[in-house]
């Protein structure tokens, strides 16, 4: 069952059983040339918002060490750390703050589940967008769909610094499956097609 916490912004609402820091482990398997790249890594997941549209986004994920003879040192090599934002996808309006500095310049829109309802797509999901970025200059823009406990997301867009390694598209599903954050993964780097990178289960602790 999904808990809705008291005084979200409407537009949050359909996110909100996202909302949380989540732990657990998961595995990571993509071929690279010849060879299959194969590792366990634990992570920390963190959905929050500060009374706007949207929620901030954080992860952090560190390399199991399966030689380690306690679980606090078995996580010591950082992995892969993103930060970002998730919101409804929709087209902004002069009630919308930006861009940049520029303040909203109406009454600010979908302020209530009434007028949130309203943005629902013929699915009867809501259509999302998840800006990420990445430490090592790799910046993506996915665009997908909620409905209920499940998202689906595919890059829109991907923007590599120079010198980034190569990475061209990624899809991400999430899902709430008996109180458990479940998500997976698939890329499109180094040369090879999209295929199945990465996979956790997450568990809520705050």
């Given amino acids: 069952m999904i808990e809705i916490p008291t005084g979200l912004p409407a537009e949050v609402v359909p996110l909100s059983w996202l909302l949380g820091v989540w732990e657990g482990t998961g595995v990571l398997s993509y071929l690279v040339g010849e060879e299959r790249i194969q590792h366990e890594f634990r992570q920390r997941v963190s959905f929050s918002h500060d009374g706007q549209s949207y929620l901030n986004y954080s992860s952090q994920a560190w390399l199991l060490d399966e030689s380690a003879d306690s679980e606090e040192d078995a996580a010591t090599t950082l992995l892969a750390s993103e930060t970002g934002y998730w919101r409804l996808h929709r087209a902004l309006t002069p009630g919308d703050a930006g861009p940049a500095m520029l303040p909203a310049r109406a009454e600010a829109p979908f302020t209530d589940a009434e ?40 890059t829109d867009a991907v923007l590599r610094a120079a010198g980034s390694k190569d990475y061209t598209a990624a899809t991400r599903m999430y899902g709430l499956v008996d109180g458990h954050l479940l998500w997976a993964w698939d890329i499109a780097a180094l040369g090879q097609e999209l295929a199945s990178h990465a996979s956790a289960r997450l568990a809520k602790v705050d």
């Fill in 115 to 154: 007028g949130v309802e309203t943005l629902r797509n013929a699915a009867g999901g809501f259509d999302i967008q998840a800006s990420i970025i990445h430490p090592d200059g790799v910046s993506e823009l996915y665009l997908g769909q909620i409905t209920g406990p499940r998202i689906d997301l595919s």
